[in-house]
C-alpha cells in the first residue's frame, strides 16, 4: 500500500511539474509582452500593430479617406528599449538644465512614460495626424489639432467616427484627469488594450524596472510607483478601464 501511494505521488509530481514550469513561462512571457520586451506579431507597413488592432485601424482609415481624411500614422508599437533610449535622452537633457531628479521625473512624465509602462509597448496604441496639409517641424502639438489647427478635421472627424471602429483616446480634456497632459493624437483600440490594462496590472513594476538601466529609477519608490499607477496609468478616458473592481 505504501509504495502505491508513493508511486502515485511520485506520477502525480511528474505530472504536475512540467505544468507549474509551463504556467510560470508563461506568466513570464506574458511580462515581457506587456512591457516592451517580447516579440508580438505586428501588422503594417508605415505602422506597427497587433492583428486585430491593425485590421480595424485599415477600416477606420479606409473610412476616413472616402471623407478625405487621411490618417497617417506617427508613432505606434514602440520596445522597451526604444523607450528607455527616449527617456534617458530627455532626463539628460533635463539634467543639464538643472532640473532636480524630482522635476526632471515629473517634466518627463507630461508626456512621456517610464520604459516598461507605455501603452504603446502593447502594439494597440497609435499616434495620429492627419497626412494633409504638410506641418514642418514637431507634429505632436495640441494646438495643431485644435480651432482652425491643420488637424483640427481629423480630430473632428475622429470624436464622430473613431469609437466605431473600437478607438478611443487615452488622455483625454478632461480638468479632473491626473497623470499624462492632453493628447488629442493618442488612441486606443480598446478590445486589445482593456484585456492588456486588466494583466498589466497584476505586474510587479517595482521588481520589473529595478534592475533596468533607467535613469532616475532610484526615485522609482514604492510611494512614487504607487502613485504613477494611480495617476498615470489609470489616468486614462474610463472608458478603456476594466469594469471589474479589484
Ligand atoms: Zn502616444
Do not use: C
Amino acid at each position: 500500500m505504501k509504495i502505491t501511494a508513493f508511486l502515485s505521488l511520485f506520477f502525480l509530481l511528474n505530472i504536475l511539474q512540467p505544468l507549474v514550469a509551463q504556467e510560470q513561462s508563461t506568466a513570464s512571457s506574458l511580462t515581457l509582452l506587456l512591457t516592451g520586451q517580447g516579440s508580438p506579431v505586428l501588422i503594417g507597413d508605415e505602422y506597427k500593430l497587433v492583428e486585430e488592432a491593425a485590421v480595424a485601424f485599415e477600416n477606420m482609415s479606409q473610412a476616413a479617406a472616402q471623407d478625405s481624411i487621411i490618417i497617417q500614422a506617427v508613432s505606434s508599437y514602440r520596445s522597451f528599449d526604444r523607450q528607455l533610449a527616449i527617456w534617458n535622452r530627455k532626463f539628460t537633457k533635463n539634467e543639464a538644465l538643472g532640473l532636480t531628479p524630482d522635476q526632471n521625473i515629473k517634466k518627463i512624465t507630461e508626456y512621456s512614460t517610464i520604459p516598461g509602462t507605455s501603452r504603446h509597448h502593447w502594439g494597440s496604441d497609435i499616434d495620429l495626424i492627419a497626412a494633409e496639409p504638410k506641418v514642418e517641424g514637431d507634429v505632436l502639438l495640441t494646438r495643431l489639432f485644435e480651432n482652425e489647427g491643420p488637424y483640427a478635421a481629423l480630430k473632428k472627424w475622429m470624436d464622430a467616427h473613431a469609437n466605431s471602429f473600437g478607438f478611443y483616446l487615452v488622455y483625454t480634456k478632461e480638468d479632473k484627469r491626473g497623470g499624462f497632459q492632453y493628447e488629442p493624437w493618442h488612441y486606443s483600440y480598446l478590445p486589445t488594450s482593456k484585456k492588456y490594462l486588466e494583466w498589466y496590472l497584476n505586474l510587479e513594476l517595482e521588481s520589473i524596472l529595478k534592475d533596468k538601466n533607467i535613469l532616475g529609477k532610484e526615485y522609482f519608490t514604492e510611494e512614487y510607483m504607487q502613485h504613477y499607477l494611480e495617476e498615470y496609468i489609470l489616468g486614462i478616458s474610463p472608458e478603456l478601464l476594466s469594469q471589474k473592481k479589484e
